[in-house]
């Protein structure tokens, strides 16, 4: 178990990351100062909070893929950013409570990246593709609480597999030495062009459109 990458959070309330959501979202600029104190009130509680863990090695019976490996990783902001957003709820703060929802989507899909990255600096492997519990047949839904169980981190999920804490994500990364095998990013694989939190560098193709990702994108986007 590690502290959610430092090198995110250092940069949470910056005003490139905060102009980014605000471009993502389409808040105005009179908006700025609002996500960034709701920021303020999530930053100290994901300091201490928030952690990813990897639980390796994934054995999967999943085709004859000889030259990859697979490692099942968490990441969580934490559940003091559930009682926050419940407390913004309860008040008729929903203006706050959605800023909430968009600033901690917008830190965890940063989050994919910074494992890349990990992956790449300490292993000298990269991933090939997220797979997701739910999207596809061989990783059905069902599995995701013996998924969970592997991990230390207190991640649970409900009878509906809805995480517990809700700004958390799981997935098994597929790794490889491959170097003409590399990940394009979270959004291969979907079909909806017109999505405001699409990665805007991602480019389709019919061999991508057999991946798909609902499961990740409704973990991340708060859906489930």
Avoid at 19 to 33: A, G, N, P, Q, W
Avoid at 46 to 63: H, I, K, L, S, Y
Avoid at 189 to 201: H, L, P, Q, T, W
Wanted: net charge negative.
């Amino acid at each position: 178990m590690e502290a959610f990458f430092p090198e995110l959070l250092d940069n949470f309330m910056n005003r490139d990351f905060m102009k980014k959501v605000c471009e993502k979202f389409h808040y105005d600029e009179i908006h700025l100062s609002e996500l960034q104190t709701v920021a303020g009130k999530m930053l100290p509680s994901m300091r201490q909070e928030a952690f990813w863990e990897v639980c390796a090695p994934w054995v999967w019976d999943c085709g004859e893929k000889t030259d990859v490996v697979y490692e099942c990783v968490v990441m969580t902001l934490g559940t003091a950013l559930d009682c926050l957003q419940e407390s913004y709820n309860n008040e008729g703060m929903l203006t706050k409570s959605y800023m909430l929802e968009t600033l901690a989507s917008e830190l965890l899909l940063q989050g994919y990246s910074a494992y890349n990255r990990h992956v790449r600096d300490v292993s000298g492997w990269h991933v090939a593709r997220y797979h997701f519990p739910g999207s596809e047949k061989s990783l059905p839904l069902e599995m995701l609480p013996h998924i969970l169980s592997r991990f230390s981190v207190k991640v649970s999920c409900n009878e509906a597999f809805c995480m517990l804490p809700k700004k958390s994500v799981v997935f098994v990364a597929e790794l490889t030495q491959d170097e003409k095998v590399k990940c394009e990013g979270i959004c291969v694989g979907c079909g909806n062009v017109k999505c405001s939190n699409r990665m805007e560098d991602v480019q389709m193709d019919q061999t991508m459109m057999d991946m798909p990702l609902t499961y990740g994108y409704q973990r991340i986007f708060g859906k489930w």
